[in-house]
């Protein structure tokens, strides 16, 4: 009875690398979320994915961000030439359907040097 | 857009003590989530409240959402060490997405 699985849970880039970050729902669960958390800060909402559809992508930045849904594997949200602002708790979180609960994974770390 | 303010920003008790927090929106929200986290981790669901003026429990933690819709108050009773942590209250209406408030920062003083 798996929970909201991410990885990795510590990702080091460099300014202009891609990163990758991955997120497996709970089982039975077809809504994923990602979410950024800066330092002292609270979760800002980035996207909203329903199996291969992006429901609401209005807090994900329009150049460098995209975020994918696909029918078999894991949600993914990738970040493309990071720069040192990327730096941040990426969580994602996934619920049965839109508007319920979500339960978050552990997050990934990422740090751009 | 919706904002949601939670006061206050940090707590220090002594153990034992009670705890209340709250959360009030500018807009109205037909969901209200309490999530707690700790350090490294990512936000784990404690309560959920889906109508005006629930008032709903889970151990020593009682949660309620106000019947004007737009807050919603966390108790603890009698803390202990493991509730160290910070408080995040949340919203939705209809099937948006969730909206996160800034956090309460709870300090347990020996």
């Known amino acids: 009875n798996a929970g909201v699985m991410q990885n990795p849970r510590h990702l080091v880039r460099r300014r202009g690398q891609e990163a990758r970050l991955r997120c497996s729902p709970m089982?039975?669960?077809?809504?994923v979320y990602w979410y950024r958390q800066l330092p002292e800060e609270g979760l800002k909402f980035m996207v909203y994915?329903?199996?291969?559809?992006?429901?609401?992508e209005s807090g994900m930045p329009k150049e460098r961000f995209s975020a994918e849904f696909p029918k078999e594997g894991p949600s993914i949200l990738r970040i493309q030439q990071v720069v040192r602002g990327d730096s941040a708790a990426y969580f994602c979180?996934?619920?049965?359907?839109?508007?319920?609960?979500?339960?978050f994974g552990s997050g990934t770390q990422l740090s751009v040097l | 857009g919706q904002q949601l303010n939670q006061s206050p920003q940090s707590m220090f008790i002594q153990e034992g003590e009670d705890v209340s927090m709250n959360c009030t929106s500018s807009?109205?929200?037909?969901?209200w989530l309490w999530y707690k986290q700790d350090p490294g981790e990512g936000p784990v669901l404690l309560i959920a409240?889906?109508?005006?003026?629930e008032l709903t429990s889970n151990g020593r933690l009682t949660a309620q959402f106000g019947i004007t819709r737009k807050d919603s108050f966390l108790n603890i009773s009698a803390s202990i060490p493991s509730d160290v942590g910070i408080y995040f209250c949340?919203?939705?209406?209809?099937?948006?997405?969730?909206?996160f408030g800034t956090g309460t920062r709870l300090t347990i003083i020996p």
């Open positions: 979180a996934s619920s049965p359907g839109g508007g319920e609960k979500l339960f």
């Open positions: 089982k039975g669960h077809s809504h």
């Open positions: 994915l329903q199996k291969e559809n992006i429901i609401d």
């Open positions: 807009s109205i929200f037909n969901t």
């Open positions: 409240l889906y109508k005006a003026g």
């Open positions: 949340a919203g939705t209406f209809g099937n948006e997405k969730l909206t």
